[in-house]
């Protein structure tokens, strides 16, 4: 029996050129059923009705071919497609745009199975488990990967154990919160007595209400502790002005607390004392100096009602830290991010800042201890990597490789990772 090779080009896919191969008989039936159904706005084009048109009556058929270069388009999608994030430009210049404004770097939250760069652990989480996941990634990920450090174990097995020291217990506050006035301990040490690069310190304040309606936050109790989640300092704090509302459903601080305590000016002193560790405060610099590093949860509202200064370059807030906020660049609350990154829950119930100081200083551990690429300038603001994406050099990034792009790609924001 005869058969042709006949090509068409469907409407739906536009650069597609499909073949099929029937035989004669075959054609006239289609050819009928097609005019009869379809008419003139068939999925299939003119130019296929046209060649079995031509084939019924033994005719030399029109065969459709228009040729296509898929593989120098395909190359070129391939060669305007981000390194990082994946995303793909129709033109280079707008490739090398991209990477000027991404500051994609080795530090950003990273998907162990497609190796995809993240903003944030949020949007890698929803990568990965989200409403929209990428289906390879979800599959895997849910027999091999751990869903609070979000990283990609060997084995399921291997996964049960990482998962099981991974996932932290909540601290047993009751007794050690209600402790108070312990002093201020001025021989701070790290890792049972020896120093490894500066010290870390992580603070938390308990708020009492002031003005006619309450609504004025005063520090009424503030918590210091270390590394190794020691309280350095917990003491109840007596404001500057009347207290209206003690707040004691979330504070648990009564009126007779606050009586004696020790007044905010003294505190405020105690504590930058203490965080300056005997530098002057313009002095202080982010290595090779004796400042400690101050970690928390909304540190610029807490120092503010502490009245105390303290350079940026030594505040490491979990609020603040972009790969710990939401995909819309917002905060996440700490009561979030302990639940979701430590695995047990906070702040239920009366609230104690020692709870707050250990999450934040854990949180804090975990990111410093994520294993990224040593680098000798990792930031963009590095006056070595100013000039990375200058916009005389456009002509010569145009001709780079994505992988090229990223190497010289560096990160808008200071990792953790570097404190250690």
């Not at 080795?106 to 890698?124: A, D, N, T």
Request: hydrophobic residues 30%; glycine residues 6%; aromatic residues 8%.
């Amino acid at each position: 029996m005869k058969s042709t090779r006949v090509g068409y080009k469907p409407t739906k896919y536009r650069n597609k050129i499909c073949y099929i191969r029937m035989d004669h008989a075959k054609i006239d039936k289609i050819t009928t059923k097609c005019h009869y159904k379809f008419g003139s706005e068939s999925g299939l084009s003119q130019v296929f009705l046209t060649s079995l048109l031509l084939l019924l009556k033994n005719q030399q058929p029109v065969l459709y071919e228009e040729r296509m270069d898929y593989r120098n388009e395909s190359s070129e999608i391939s060669r305007n497609k981000c390194a990082a994030c994946f995303r793909q430009f129709n033109k280079m210049e707008h490739l090398v745009e991209h990477m000027r404004t991404s500051y994609h770097s080795v530090h950003e939250p990273m998907c162990g199975i497609c190796k995809k760069h993240c903003r944030s652990y949020e949007s890698l989480r929803e990568h990965l488990i989200g409403p929209l996941p990428k289906q390879e990634c979800k599959s895997i990920f849910s027999i091999r990967g751990c869903k609070f450090c979000l990283t990609i174990l060997d084995s399921p097995n291997a996964r049960r154990v990482h998962q099981e020291r991974c996932q932290l217990s909540n601290v047993n506050a009751g007794q050690l919160a209600c402790l108070a006035n312990l002093g201020l301990r001025d021989n701070l040490t790290i890792d049972n007595g020896y120093a490894r690069g500066p010290q870390v310190v992580a603070l938390a304040c308990k708020m009492v209400g002031g003005g006619s309606d309450g609504s004025l936050d005063l520090c009424g109790r503030v918590c210091l502790i270390d590394e190794n989640e020691n309280i350095i300092f917990h003491t109840y704090v007596k404001p500057p002005i009347p207290v209206t509302n003690y707040r004691y459903e979330t504070t648990g601080i009564r009126p007779e607390y606050l009586r004696d305590a020790i007044p905010s000016r003294q505190v405020q002193k105690k504590i930058q004392d203490f965080l300056c560790n005997g530098e002057p405060m313009w002095k202080i610099r982010p290595r090779g100096g004796k400042a400690r590093i101050l970690v928390g949860h909304g540190l610029d509202h807490d120092l503010d009602r502490l009245q105390l200064e303290y350079p940026a370059v030594m505040i490491r807030d979990t609020a603040k830290y972009p790969p710990l906020m939401k995909t819309s660049k917002l905060s996440n609350s700490l009561k979030y991010l302990t639940q979701a990154y430590l695995g047990y829950d906070i702040q239920t119930g009366i609230q104690s800042p020692y709870e707050d100081c250990v999450a934040t200083m854990r949180l804090y551990m975990r990111m410093r201890s994520q294993n990224h690429r040593i680098e000798d300038h990792p930031l963009a603001s590095d006056p070595q990597n100013r000039n990375n994406f200058a916009s005389w050099r456009q002509s010569e990034l145009e001709r780079m490789s994505p992988e090229e792009l990223l190497a010289i790609s560096k990160s808008d924001y200071y990792c953790w990772c570097l404190d250690s």
